[in-house]
């Protein structure tokens, strides 16, 4: 009987040294470097852009700083690698970047069949719609046989053909690999329309000859949850770039900011205390140390700072919160529980 077990047994020990071994990959990969790999956008204001210096900013900028701060401490230990659309899919399975965290809409196919794993949403957004205050037009359901620029290699074009479908209206997709190539076209009139994700029209809105000139309509056709994402059968990494994003939010819901962190290491919330290390060792599992969190808001604030200096009313882009509000404020973000 016991000769019996003996191989389910062997068998058991087997896979846990090999999910073992893959869970540690990416973890060992970056510290043995030195230095976090993040795929961002090629150049979308508030989400990941750079200077002419080369000088990197935006929301998922900023959460690539997060997670390079919860591994090193630091958040300057990370490389970015501009990424289009249509290779930044490779990049990631490929081992090119440790993380992808460049405004990509979480799918049941990215999630099921590319090898991915969605980390967390860090963005609720939707497709939207912007032309010309000169067309006249003030609905989606106004561009009836409009010519509508677009890029490829998107969940855009799927969610533009079944918006008109769905309300019996005819357009002429006017397709580009590049987003630059997409903009400048809509820019020089060769489209009535431009369509992406709504966070995306109102950065884009910036880079146009005249901004002013342009509205983004009111309707959102789609649901796009954006957010970073990391290679399958990984899952200490994957708790890593998961929770860095909880302690972002659960930092905000506690009033944990940039500026009163080290004061609040002092807080009688044990919440607080075990958020910021000062109780439990809530790191040790991840391979990381007590005070990763710490780090994270130490470097970069919490999700709202994050938030308002990037897309929100600190920046150009001034986009409302809405639903990427804290739970208690009329949005669905909310943290998970440090217990």
């Known amino acids: 009987m016991i000769k019996r077990f003996l191989p389910i047994i062997a068998g058991v020990a087997l896979a846990a040294a090999t999910i073992s071994s893959a869970s540690a990959g990416t973890l060992d990969d970056v510290k043995a470097k030195g230095f976090l790999q993040c795929g961002v956008n090629t150049g979308l204001p508030g ?18 700083r997060a997670v390079a ?15 289009d659309a249509k290779e930044r899919f490779t990049a990631l399975q490929s081992g090119e970047v440790d993380v ?23 963005y609720y957004d939707g497709q939207g719609f912007m032309v010309k205050k000169a067309l006249g037009v003030k609905s989606v359901k106004e561009l009836d046989g409009a010519s509508i620029c677009v890029q490829s290699g998107t969940d855009t074009e799927f969610n533009m053909a079944d918006y008109f479908k ?48 342009d509205i983004v309509l009111p309707e959102i056709i789609s649901q796009e ?31 944990v900011t940039k500026a009163n962190v080290d004061e609040m290491k002092s807080s009688n919330n044990p919440a607080v205390k075990r958020l910021l290390g000062v109780e439990g060792d809530f790191g040790k599992s991840m391979g990381l140390p007590a005070t990763w969190a710490y780090s ?19 920046s150009r882009l ?14 669905i973000q909310y943290g998970m529980p440090f217990v």
């Open 225 to 255: 949850p954006l957010g970073p994402a990391v290679r399958q059968n990984d899952p200490v990494w994957f708790d890593i770039v998961k929770w860095t994003h909880y302690a972002l939010l659960d930092a905000e819901d506690l009033g």
């Open 296 to 314: 994270i808001i130490k470097n970069l604030g919490n999700y709202g700072e994050i938030f308002d200096r990037n897309v929100g009313k600190d």
């Open 100 to 122: 992808l965290i460049r405004n990509t809409t979480w799918t049941l196919s990215r999630d099921t069949s590319l090898g991915f794993e969605f980390a967390a949403v860090n």
């Open 47 to 64: 989400f990941g852009n750079p200077d002419a210096n080369g000088n990197w900013t935006g929301l998922d900028v900023d959460y690539c």
């Open 166 to 213: 769905r309300n019996n209206l005819k357009y002429n997709p006017v397709v580009f690999e590049k987003l630059p190539d997409a903009l400048a076209a809509y820019d020089s009139g060769r489209c009535d329309a431009y369509t992406t994700d709504a966070s995306g029209l109102y950065a884009n809105r910036l880079q146009l000859k005249n901004p002013d000139n």
């Open 69 to 83: 701060s919860a591994v090193f401490g630091d958040p300057t230990k990370v490389k970015f690698t501009p990424l």
């Open 318 to 331: 001034k986009i409302d919160r809405g639903v990427n509000n804290l739970w208690d404020k009329g949005g």
